[in-house]
């Protein structure tokens, strides 16, 4: 008998090495879809199948219906939130006020560098269909949960007639290709 090279059985392993890369690929961490908050025409990429939740919540001068779209995939948290405010004038004072309860809730710093270093960063947001005014934006921030552990969080706020959005991903580390991905998803049709 002839003893074998270990190059013999190279090809052999290199078909079991991609069949089980084939098998990870079925098995997605993100399973983007499209879904469309009710009563809306936005648009928005998911990584999962969201689950609903509708509550009554004080924003701007009355309480309004807040109605939530959200799912948990590969260790982040995404969720597209909507009220009616019923009066368009009232949205940038409410999206102002919406914007500072998020950075309190996370313990982030408001927007601006701080002398420790921590920043939260708020910039321009390109969304077709959203109102001129206010601005959509995008609001980057670290802060903390609240078992103390560390939270990155990334939201947009925009508003479309008398509705007002929040789209937010919270994660440990945000993947920028994962944020891009979900930002770049939003849209009104």
Known sequence: MTPRS?????PARLAVAASLIGLAACNPVFNWRDV???????????????DKAEK???LGERPVVMRLLGCDAGDATFAVAVAD????????????????????NMKAPPAGK???GTATEVVPLKLPGAAL?????????????????????????FVQGTQVFQAVMYAAE???EVAETFF??????
């Open 6 to 10: 270990p190059l013999t059985f190279l």
């Open 36 to 50: 469309r908050p009710d009563g809306t025409a936005l648009s928005v990429l998911l990584p999962c199948k969201p």
């Open 133 to 157: 005014q206010p601005p959509a934006v995008l609001v980057k921030a670290t802060g903390q949960r609240a078992d103390g552990s560390t939270v990155s969080g990334q939201a947009a706020y």
């Open 174 to 176: 945000i993947k920028p």
């Open 85 to 104: 405010v019923g009066d368009a004038s009232s949205a940038a004072a409410v999206l102002a006020q919406w914007q500072s309860g998020t950075l309190a």
């Open 56 to 58: 009554k919540v004080p």
């Open 114 to 116: 701080l002398s420790d």
């Open 184 to 189: 770049s998803g939003l849209k009104f049709e």
